[in-house]
């Protein structure tokens, strides 16, 4: 029986990233995927995450953690450690040196996001809009030209591709034809990690 409980979002790009580490740990069995709505005062993840935001993972004893990196790594020590964050520290500090660069694609994504859907047309701001779109134009042009690892999926490598494909989703058009060499990375990726295509965000 499942024993945590897990509140996200399908449209999340940081929900997605934890579910693909439970995905690949093994550990599906043991998580239920709850829907929070992040914009609604009465959903209970204010109380269970100060910050009101997601992914936010209930334990069994009530304990709650958050967010994606925590989650990530509880995830891994569950499964027995070094998995998707690994233990030599050379490779650990660049996954978590790239899982960096994932994440604030999609935090990036998701501020622009919001200045677009939720702030008052007449207050829009196009030079916060276009100071996220640098952050986000400068990390591809780093993985473009740096392509994360193929030999293995670690935390990075899903936090990059979960940033990839909210990009598509929220943003259609953006990024690929500008970088076809990471275009073909996460095709690759596609293919080859368990859970991807199920976990596409809607």
Known sequence: MPNMILRSSP?????????????????????????????????????????????????ADGTILFDSRVISEYFDHLAGGGKIIPADPDRRFKALTLQAIGDGIMDAGILRRYEAAVREPEFFSRTWDDHQQGKIDRALAVLDANLPSEDRIEVGEISVACALEYLDFRFPGLWRDRHPKLTAWLDRFEARCPGFSDTKPK
């Not at 069995?29 to 209930?58: C, H, Y």
């Open 11 to 59: 449209a999340s790009p940081f929900g997605r990233k934890v579910k693909l580490a439970m995905i690949l740990l093994g550990l599906t069995d043991q998580v239920t995927v709850e829907f929070a709505d992040t914009r609604n005062p009465e959903d209970s993840l204010r109380s269970q995450n100060p910050l009101g935001k997601i992914p936010a993972l209930i334990l």
